[in-house]
């Protein structure tokens, strides 16, 4: 029974890692109904910035991810102005190329700063196991979770009780009945695309802390996509539900399905779940219900 | 109490425009038309006549649709506004309250209100005062404040709508056709409010209506548009009495089967000022 709450707990918490790369996906889809495929890319960007200045130039990471904030920032205001203003109005596949294009102009710009070596982040969360009872649990696993906690409370309050959280909602459900009122849809993208941009940075930092900072973390960005298919591409707190779910339940079959059928689950699991869900219920677990007045 | 139209400048006037859509589908004709300050105007026509595209011409809500504005322009209080975005428009005073309501789906109905005042940046004491006043229009709305902005009904959408143009504090509401899909009575009752807000806070108002009877039962002015053109304009009382617009539009015929003043190969069209 220890040795599966193990398993359980740090499947959840590696969920919730998911869950933060999910939450910049929903963010934007929200806001835009773009699909953004350049998030995972963000992730990475933001990751190879900061232990790019820390390690090389050897600026303090108190230093290094403020900065990185601000460089994310501004990467929301060139997408804006570059990509996506001159698109405005062309069809939802049309953006969502061109975010395939941001992509890989961000990991480019990554690698021509900083190349394409691994680099390791020591963010200065503690590494050491904890015992609770006889269970065994890692000290990084639990921080990360409870970072990941705070930010989705924090962005909760913002879009609930915030002069521009309400104006994000509006632009998510009648893009042309905000404009109707004056909002300018470009000040909104800006200010979404920031917020996706720092979700990112603290995905960044959490899992460059844990995994090491490597293209091959762009990979690991991709399994919240599932999370995203089974949480629902509109809803914040899908996105934590699904990680968890998607987290908990590979870190179980891998454990206890993986010998079964010799292993390497964790890589496919993610995308079966979301699979098998979506054919119950395609708008997801906490999608936003399409309302009808009947 | 209608105005008489003086000679002072109109607040709006549009001379001659001429929309198009995606580039080649030619929508306005030539449009021109003025709307005097503190008047109601009635814009009348059947479907796809080009009354809603006439009002987001003005709005500059076109721009979402790929329409453009091709020739001629739109004055505003003495402005050339044809090609300002439609964020800067609400904030020199032109709201534009879209066809089908277009509430804020899941916002609240306080909290559509409040997203209303954003043009004008104003503290929430401010907010708090104007919500106060659209509710004494919309009593109905103070009711429902905490209700899911989707799950309320047609009529109350349509004052969420209109009370939601109101907290940008406009001098001017492009309301497009809020009869649409209402019961008789609370139609009625939106124009008395309608009504109502232009003697009360001298909201000057370009109404797109299909239901030509009650329009221009409230309406200091009127035009008729057809086919991307207007055919027809005159005092609400002029077009009410008209034999055409009582055959057309109201439905009090002659019997013979004409339906709208195309057919009416004789009709001496009035001259446009430019076109």
């Known amino acids: ?294 | 109490m209608a105005e008489a139209t003086t000679a002072r400048d109109p607040l709006l006037v549009m001379q001659n425009v001429e929309v198009v859509y995606n580039h080649v589908v030619l929508v306005l004709k030539g449009v021109s038309l003025e709307v005097q300050e503190g008047d109601i105007v009635a814009l009348l026509g059947g479907n796809g006549a080009g009354k809603s595209t006439t009002l987001k011409s003005v709005s500059g809500l076109l721009t979402g649709e790929r329409g453009e504005i091709t020739r001629g322009h739109i004055t505003y209080q003495g402005e050339n506004v044809s090609h300002i975005p439609a964020p800067a428009r609400v904030e020199k005073g032109l709201s534009h309250v879209m066809e089908g309501r277009r509430v804020f789906e899941h916002l609240t109905v306080e909290e559509n209100l409040t997203v209303g005042a954003y043009s004008r940046n104003i503290s929430t004491q401010q907010t708090q005062q104007d919500l106060e006043r659209v509710y004494e229009y919309f009593p109905r709305l103070r009711e429902r404040r905490r209700s899911t902005a989707g799950y309320t009904s047609g009529g109350e959408q349509q004052m969420l709508a209109l009370g939601r143009a109101l907290m940008a504090s406009p001098k001017m509401i492009l309301l497009d056709e809020p009869s649409m899909g209402l019961a008789p009575q609370l139609v009625e009752e939106i124009f008395e409010i309608v009504s109502r807000l232009r003697r009360e806070q001298q909201v000057t108002f370009l109404v797109a209506e299909q239901n030509t009877n009650v329009a221009l039962k409230h309406a200091d002015f009127g035009y008729i548009l057809e086919n991307g053109r207007v055919v027809l304009y005159g005092t609400g009382n002029e077009l009410r009495e008209n034999a055409d617009v009582k055959e057309f539009y109201l439905g009090v015929g002659s019997g013979e089967a004409r339906k709208s003043f195309r057919d009416v190969k004789h009709y001496r069209r009035r001259k446009r000022w430019l076109a």
């Open chain 1, 1 to 294: 029974m220890a040795f599966f709450i193990e398993v359980l707990v740090g499947g959840l918490l590696a969920g919730l890692m998911y869950s933060l790369v999910a939450l910049g996906f929903v963010l934007i889809f929200k806001a835009s109904g773009i699909f953004n495929f350049a998030q995972a890319a963000m992730v990475l960007f933001a990751a190879m910035f900061i232990a790019g200045m820390s390690g090389e130039w050897g600026v303090p990471l108190w230093l290094a991810i403020p900065i990185t904030i601000v460089l994310m920032i501004g990467v929301a205001w060139v997408v804006e102005r570059v990509v996506l203003r001159p698109l405005v109005n062309q069809e939802p596949i049309v953006m969502f190329m061109s975010t395939i294009g941001i992509f890989f102009c961000l990991i480019g710009i990554a690698e021509i700063f900083w190349g394409s070596s691994s680099r390791t982040l020591d963010v200065g969360i503690p590494r050491d196991p904890i015992f609770v009872g006889n269970m065994l649990f890692q000290t990084y696993d639990l921080v990360a979770g409870g970072i990941a906690v705070v930010l989705v409370l924090l962005l909760a309050a913002f879009a609930q009780w915030t002069r521009m959280g309400r104006v994000l909602r509006a632009v998510a459900d009648d893009h042309q009945a905000a404009q109707a009122v004056g909002i300018r849809l470009s000040t909104v993208w800006v200010v979404v695309w920031s917020i996706a941009g720092f979700v990112a940075v603290v995905a960044g930092v959490v899992w460059g802390g844990n995994l090491g900072v490597q293209p091959v973390m762009v990979d690991v960005a991709f399994k919240a996509l599932p999370v995203l298919l089974l949480g629902g591409l509109t809803s914040i707190p899908g996105a934590i539900v699904a990680g968890l779910i998607i987290g908990g339940g590979e870190a179980l079959a891998e454990v206890y399905l993986g010998p079964i059928i010799g292993g390497g689950i964790q890589d496919w699991f993610a995308y079966m779940i979301a699979m098998a869900f979506m054919v119950y219920r395609p708008e997801g677990m906490f999608g936003e219900k399409i309302i009808e007045r009947i």
